[in-house]
């Protein structure tokens, strides 16, 4: 089995969260390495099953794998950045991040990617033009 490489993670993800798309540059805590299907859940620490989330979205996913979404309640599976494409489940209205479908709204629900600080965060990087969510 090939040795797995933290820094491809890093790279690969282009240094910034692959749930809400931070950069590390304006994270106050350091990004980490997510396993997508939890270590708890017998995820393995491979490099299809790893991605690189900031804290925040990394520490509200937890070992959660899926959620109700807040639409329909009914559960739908988290986003998986190795295997779905982030445009297909999700848009920017301005610092908002709105889901495209249940995985999208649940995703962004269970990660509480809209919570009023990490909102207000993105509205002033926006603002400032350090960021912006093309
Ligand atoms: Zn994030």
Redesign the pocket.
């Known amino acids: 089995m090939a040795r797995f490489r933290r820094k491809l993670v890093w790279e690969r993800a282009q240094y910034r ?1 692959e ?2 798309h ?1 950069p590390q540059i304006w994270s106050f805590l350091p990004h980490e390495i997510d396993h997508i299907r939890a270590r708890k859940h017998h995820g393995p620490t491979t490099l299809h099953n790893t991605c690189l ?2 804290a ?2 990394n520490g509200a996913k937890g070992t959660n794998v899926a959620g109700y979404d807040p639409e329909s309640g009914d559960l739908a599976p988290l986003f998986n950045p190795r295997v779905d494409l982030w445009s297909e489940h999700f848009v920017w209205e301005g610092p908002l991040l709105l889901g495209l479908t249940p995985q999208g709204r649940v995703t962004i629900d269970v990660l509480n990617i809209n919570d009023p600080n990490r909102l207000e965060h993105r509205r002033l990087l926006l603002a400032s033009g350090d960021w912006t969510t093309s």
């Open positions: 969260c749930y809400c931070l989330a900031c925040c979205c």
